[in-house]
């Protein structure tokens, strides 16, 4: 075990104490979630509040716990399982990153690497580790499910799948991307066999030299490859098979409170993904090998094509006709996107538009810093994944680009000490900020405090 996984234990677990001693009620929505896992442990499984919207894979995580260790489900306890997420969160990633870098992985399974240790202190992940919600054990889950892919231990992925999806229905997607990443990797670097024939290649030339004809030839010649790739996608299909009889079963995806919780066209989440994206995620976008310079450079060379300005033009239109406005974020004063929304956005209606250029420097400046090492596809599955998960959300919520963010960053290659180092204080500055704020800064006789 690495000394810096162990300090960054020590200082999630010191971190979780002070919440503990400070918030010493269910806040903002533990109160849903902390008395359903209570009547669990009560052995109430009949029990449910109909305001939840996820299924009970919280509830049952938490206790699974209480039966192993003997605690009682008291509100240190229940926030303890989004901790030991937290906690194991280093040593996921750690597999995933050499997955990307072509790399062994530790043969310890507490040796996390440093640059893991530095992407599990990503702002919003790191911030609601010490609260009962379901986002860390949601993105763990999910990175167990990829993983296991990339093992080729495709019914384990699966089965790692079905868990993610009891945390989240939507976590069905990342079921997929698990499935298609690793066999894009496969795919790339498979070889024939001696005294065999060549095997069928799928057309995927490397991202950066790539051009929107090579994405048609790569279509044209999936259909060649799909016959040594379709057995392994049965364990996938199973998971596919018993979402849909969920929803068949549900009515929809959606668990409970579904009238305010809609799905919506709201394309314009995209570009705040981007936005957003691009603010916390910097010190990783100018870690390639030409640096700063180099990347405003590729970019303003790409920002000068016709493609920019189709896609511009089409980002006019989707944010004309798509924004959404949310009661609940507008009704909210206890999040910071209340703040951006209402100074910065709703300042005057021509301001959604300003952003388009920025938006599209940073889809650009992400192609580019990930796209160095992988080929067309394996650049653009995450992004086409990324479609269904963020477009039927009204909401504008940062919880929702955590995994998202996690595996964009996971996929970044190149990234010297020093430049790791920066991207390590600059998290740690947000997070010192933010859960300072939410701690020691209350309103209102400590009743309301801000969060992300």
């Not at 029990?47 to 605690?71: A, C, E, M, N, Q």
């Not at 894009?184 to 070889?191: S, V």
Request: hydrophobic share 50%; charged share 10%; with cysteine.
């Amino acid at each position: 075990m690495s000394a810096w996984y162990l300090l960054f234990c020590a200082f999630c677990v010191l971190t979780l104490k002070e919440v503990n001693t400070l918030v010493g009620e269910p806040y903002m929505d533990e109160p849903f979630h902390v008395p359903q896992a209570q009547a669990y442990c009560r052995g109430e499984f009949m029990t449910w509040d109909p305001k939840i919207t996820t299924p009970p894979g919280l509830y049952l995580w938490s206790l699974l716990l209480k039966r192993v260790f003997l605690l009682k489900c008291t509100l240190p306890m229940l926030r303890l399982t989004s901790l030991l997420s937290l906690l194991a969160l280093p040593v996921v990633l750690t597999r995933l990153l050499c997955f990307h870098q072509r790399e062994r992985h530790p043969t310890s399974l507490l040796n996390a690497r440093a640059d893991a240790i530095v992407l599990s202190a990503f702002p919003i992940a790191w911030f609601f580790g010490f609260l009962y919600y379901t986002d860390i054990p949601s993105l763990v889950t999910v990175l167990l499910t990829i993983v296991a892919a990339t093992e080729d231990k495709h019914w384990l992925a699966a089965l790692f799948g079905i868990i993610s999806c009891s945390f989240r229905q939507t976590n069905v997607i990342w079921v997929l991307y698990a499935f298609a990443s690793s066999q894009l990797m496969e795919l790339r670097f498979r070889r024939a066999l001696p005294g065999q024939p060549p095997p069928k290649k799928l057309h995927d030339p490397p991202a950066l030299a790539a051009s929107s004809v090579d994405l048609l030839h790569a279509i044209r010649s999936a259909p060649a490859i799909l016959p040594d790739i379709l057995p392994l996608f049965i364990p996938y299909a199973s998971v596919l098979a018993l979402f849909g009889a969920f929803v068949v079963w549900n009515g929809g995806i959606v668990l409970g409170d579904k009238a305010n919780h809609v799905p919506a066209f709201h394309i314009p989440q995209l570009y705040y993904f981007l936005a957003f994206s691009t603010i916390l995620g910097w010190p990783a976008l100018i870690g390639g090998s030409g640096g700063l310079q180099g990347l405003i450079r590729d970019v303003g060379y790409r920002m000068r094509s016709v493609f920019t300005v189709v896609i511009s033009i089409v980002m006019a239109v989707t944010i004309n006709l798509f924004t959404i406005h949310h009661p609940f974020l507008l009704s909210d004063n206890r999040h910071y996107t209340f703040y951006v929304w209402r100074r910065v956005f709703m300042f005057h209606h021509v301001v959604p538009y300003l952003f388009i250029p920025g938006y599209v420097a940073c889809g650009w400046a992400w192609f580019l810093r990930v796209g160095q090492e992988q080929t067309l596809l394996q650049t653009l599955v995450l992004p086409i994944c990324t479609l269904p998960i963020l477009i039927p959300t009204p909401l504008l919520e940062p919880r929702y680009f955590v995994i998202p963010y996690i595996l964009l960053r996971s996929q970044i290659v190149g990234m010297t000490p020093r430049r790791l180092a920066v991207e390590g204080i600059w998290y740690g500055v947000i997070n010192v900020m933010t859960m300072g704020v939410f701690l020691y800064l209350p309103r209102a006789d400590g009743s309301i405090r801000f969060m992300w």
